[in-house]
């Protein structure tokens, strides 16, 4: 059952021995969570009726965490965790896949599986380092008791063979665990981190908790095979409790160039990102990396917790950044999870995600980052179609034509003549977040400027549709943009998880407007407001908009009238193979 609750502090503590105990936070389950039963139910026949067609997956069988990304070669790679036997979380494996483009890409051999007494028990998240000579080495996280324990160590692995730019085969040496816990909680000691090359040491970070306070342990290291603890973690902070797929990488400044992990000078910030295994949700702040005490300031503009910032508002966990060298950029990789049953899963034969890869950079504010699809996926799109200055106002929707709705690739700017008509946001909503105040004025609720935006997925007389829209308010100090990402009306079908994901945007309103995209394949709608200011992904089931079946709208409920000062559309192409 999802969860809705204020995300104030007392609220926090009131709940944190529930949540810490609870194995379905905000509908999404842990990904730990294990179903015997289920976990070596081979895909018989897979389903394709909400399969994604051109976000990254699998044929068939259950996915989750994105491991490893890396450029090698002329080569991208992805590893991911992945069930080779059934449709559910278990018998975990690093699965992996190469791409020249990171659109098209060629399943290869399994990288890394259980097979010697470090990782007896499971081969779970990590990440890849480059080191000199162009030599990539991945660390990752390995099982060396069962449940209930399932005591964690970090391991490493390098290719058998360097000359190979597939790197098929990966070998993992008899020195390892690399890295063990000794005063930290060895059953909540994951993830390890890209490291990173800092005053003639290797760096990285482990994922933890101590009692209920989240942890980023820091290890150093000279040659990469001898780590030690540092004194203190790089960060921490109380009440949130286990830190999942630690992420921690510079920015620019003043440039839109990404930054190698190692990269040091002026102008730099950093980004540290975790994932929250209470929430099921990622937070992430910005500030400042003390080299010499090896401490991680966020910026006093970041709030450091439950309430911060996130990459993504909606269905979106266990991501994980790397470098490009190719085009010097920083590419984001995430995972979404079901929104339906197990039961459903399992008669499907799949389960989860990547998400389309995203460019990381730091907003010219440097209050936030920046994301945005990468420019490869733009080689799938097929029809177009366009619309211009047409005016919608209170009440009206318009259809989208043209376009294969199930599978498209939407990009609208919305204009509007004054901010006058906007809403006075209550006082009362101070103390929820974006998602309680979407939960009470939904698409439906009739506003002043919004609810406007786009019905994705949405059956033809609108018994189904996931609506993304914008609702702007106006407060004391400013005005407060809304963008929710609602699916309480997705699907007629019975025991979904349908929440009204949604965060805030910050944006300049002085030009009277506000853009949208959305990308919609099936199941996904992974949504980009302001030019990749906020991001929502949803899951969504629809019964009736399904392929052929399904519509795009653009819509206002708002007394305002709203006009559509640009908007294209177009079919979405699945990826084809590498040959």
């Known amino acids: 059952m999802a969860l809705v609750f204020s995300r104030n502090y007392t609220v926090l503590i009131l709940l944190s021995i529930f949540l810490f105990v609870s194995l379905d936070i905000n509908g999404v389950e842990s990904t730990h969570r294990v179903f015997l039963e289920f976990q070596s139910v081979p895909a018989v026949n897979v389903k394709l009726v909400h399969k994604p067609a051109y976000h990254f997956q699998p044929k068939k069988h259950w996915i989750n965490d994105p491991n490893g990304p890396m450029f090698y070669k002329g080569y991208y790679h ?27 890409w060629l399943a290869l051999e399994t990288a890394i599986s259980p097979s010697k007494p470090f990782d007896k028990y499971g081969c779970w998240s990590g990440s890849a380092t480059i080191l000199p000579g162009n030599k990539p080495i991945i660390l990752y996280t390995g099982i060396v008791s069962p449940e209930p324990e399932s005591t964690q160590v970090q391991n490493y692995a390098v290719p058998a063979n360097y000359s190979d730019p597939f790197l098929r085969e990966w070998i993992k040496p008899d020195n390892n665990p690399l890295v063990t816990a000794h005063s930290e909680n060895s059953s909540a ?73 190692s990269e040091r000078g002026e102008n730099i910030k950093h980004v540290l990102k975790v994932s929250l295994d209470e929430t099921r949700y990622e937070y992430y702040t910005i500030g400042t990396y003390d080299r010499v005490k090896d401490r991680y300031v966020p910026d006093n503009t970041s709030v450091d917790g439950w309430a911060g910032l996130r990459y993504d508002y909606g269905n979106f966990y266990a991501s994980k ?101 906007a809403e006075s946001f209550d006082p009362k909503w101070m103390n929820l977040d974006a998602q309680d105040v979407c939960n009470l004025m939904g698409s439906t609720v009739i506003g002043g400027l919004g609810p406007f935006g786009l019905l994705t997925l949405a059956s033809e007389k609108l018994e189904e549709y996931t609506p993304v829209f914008f609702r702007i308010f106006k407060t004391q100090e400013k005005h407060k943009v809304l963008m929710c990402s609602d699916a309480k009306r997705s699907s007629l079908a019975k025991g979904l998880y349908m929440p009204s994901f949604a965060g805030y945007v910050d944006v300049d309103l002085t030009d009277n407007k506000i853009s949208l995209r959305s990308l919609i394949d099936n199941s996904v709608v992974e949504s980009f407001g302001a030019r990749g200011k906020t991001c929502i992904s949803s899951r969504v089931y629809p019964t009736l908009a399904i392929s052929k079946n399904a519509h795009l709208f653009v819509f206002n409920n708002g007394t305002e009238p709203i006009t559509v000062d640009s908007l294209d559309a177009w079919s979405m192409n699945p990826p084809s193979k590498m040959n």
């Open 189 to 261: 000691f994951r993830d390890p981190t890209t490291a990173w090359f800092d005053g003639g040491h290797w760096k990285m970070l482990v994922g933890s908790r101590r009692k209920h306070r989240g942890m980023a342990y820091l290890y150093r290291s000279r040659d990469f095979m001898n780590w030690a603890k540092s004194p203190h973690p790089l960060h921490s902070k109380a009440n949130t409790g286990m830190w999942e797929c630690p992420d921690f990488y510079p920015v620019a400044q003043e440039s839109t160039k990404g930054l190698d992990t």
């Open 321 to 421: 950044t790397f470098f490009d060298p190719l085009k010097n950029r920083r590419i984001l990789w995430g995972w979404a999870n079901e929104s339906d049953t197990r039961d459903d899963d399992v008669k499907k034969g799949w389960a989860g995600v990547q998400l389309i890869p995203r460019t990381v950079l730091l907003d010219p504010s440097g209050r936030q980052l920046i994301q945005w699809p990468i420019e490869e996926l733009e080689q799938l799109r097929g029809a177009r179609v366009q619309m211009g200055k047409q005016k919608i106002n209170e009440g009206d929707h318009v259809e989208v034509k043209g376009i294969t709705a199930a599978q498209a690739d939407v990009d609208a700017t919305f204009s509007f003549e004054s901010l006058d008509k």
């Open 78 to 104: 992805l590893f991911y965790q992945y069930n080779p036997q059934g449709a559910v979380w278990g018998n975990i494996v690093w699965a992996h896949s190469v791409s020249k483009d990171l659109i098209n």
